[in-house]
């Protein structure tokens, strides 16, 4: 029994590096999906740890080095995607990319911890003077008085 082996052609038209980059992908929700790039190119990446995401598809990217890009999902291997830049990235982009840094997160106030608006007093609010009171009590009373005199008047 002989077994026929396949030879299936490469095209990808530029060279990848190893990259191992967070990055962030926003699906066409935007809702930020935390991402791990593998593999970067001038034309696309190879990135897991994703949502769900159909061939065809387009979500953004974004990474230290080269900022926030449209993508295409081109290939897909269980949670393991191959993606095209809609517009290839420069070799000046690729290069900051593969040498940018770790970005450090933003360190978002906790509930636990004391509340920016400990220090801000609560604002003082002056009551009613007394004469503005008594202005008030006044016209009630002949409110009250008025609307039992048109009671009466008019039942009789």
């Known amino acids: 029994m002989a077994i026929t082996a396949q030879i299936i052609s490469d095209d990808r038209s530029s060279e990848r590096f190893p ?8 699906d066409q929700v935007t809702r930020p999906h935390d991402v791990m790039i593998d593999d970067l190119s001038l034309t696309g990446f190879r990135l897991s ?3 769900a995401m159909a061939l ?3 979500a953004s990217i974004g990474f230290a080095g ?3 890009h449209q993508a295409r999902v081109t290939r897909q ?6 993606c095209e830049f809609v517009t290839p990235i420069t070799q000046e982009m690729l290069t900051r ?10 360190a978002f106030p ?3 911890g004391p509340s920016l608006l400990d220090h801000v007093p609560e604002p003082h609010v002056e009551p009613y003077s007394g004469r503005t009171k008594l202005a008030i009590a006044t016209v009630a009373a002949a409110a009250g008085w008025a609307v039992a005199a048109g009671l009466y008047f008019a039942l009789s």
């Open 19 to 26: 990259a191992g980059l967070n990055a962030t992908l926003r």
């Open 49 to 51: 740890g994703g949502p």
């Open 56 to 58: 065809g598809s387009e």
């Open 66 to 68: 080269i900022g926030v």
């Open 77 to 82: 291997d269980g949670d393991v995607y191959g």
């Open 97 to 106: 990319a593969l040498t940018a840094g770790p970005v450090a997160p933003i």
């Open 110 to 112: 906790t509930a636990t």
